[in-house]
């Protein structure tokens, strides 16, 4: 069993930054698949971006592709993900979930595939 704590959101301005946390607690947190999910209300959960156990490989949804990092602390059992030139469209809850699995970046955007989900933390992008 794993859980996961968001934290990190507010309010930020067009072309800002933020870094969100993920907090988990339970067993060996470096074995699981972490990726970070953002809703935004009337819409499906969207998958953002995943970051695999071992040599740490990411991948990004286009909307977020080179203007933010995921990353992990194994040693503190920290998912991160680092934001830059926001963007209003940013705006909307964000959650970071886990999985264990063999192939970490199968169907990693959909939600049905992933075990663990954190409460999320909401991010709002305006001026």
């Known amino acids: 069993q794993l859980q996961l704590v968001e934290s990190g959101g507010g309010l930020a301005q067009p072309g800002g930054s933020l870094r969100l946390s993920c907090a988990a607690s339970?067993?060996?947190?470096?074995?699981?698949?972490m990726g970070w999910f953002r809703q935004v209300p009337g819409k499906e959960r969207e998958g953002i971006a995943i970051i695999s156990t071992g040599d740490g490989a990411t991948s990004y949804a286009d909307s977020i592709k080179g203007r933010s990092t995921i990353s992990r602390d194994n040693a503190k059992n920290t998912l991160y993900l680092e934001m830059n030139s926001l963007k209003p469209d940013d705006t909307g809850m964000y959650y970071c979930?886990?999985?264990?699995?063999?192939?970490?970046?199968?169907?990693?955007?959909?939600?049905?595939?992933?075990?663990?989900w954190g409460q999320g933390t909401q991010v709002t992008v305006s001026s």
């Open positions: 979930a886990a999985r264990l699995t063999s192939v970490c970046f199968a169907r990693w955007g959909a939600p049905a595939s992933w075990n663990y």
């Open positions: 339970g067993y060996a947190f470096s074995t699981y698949c």
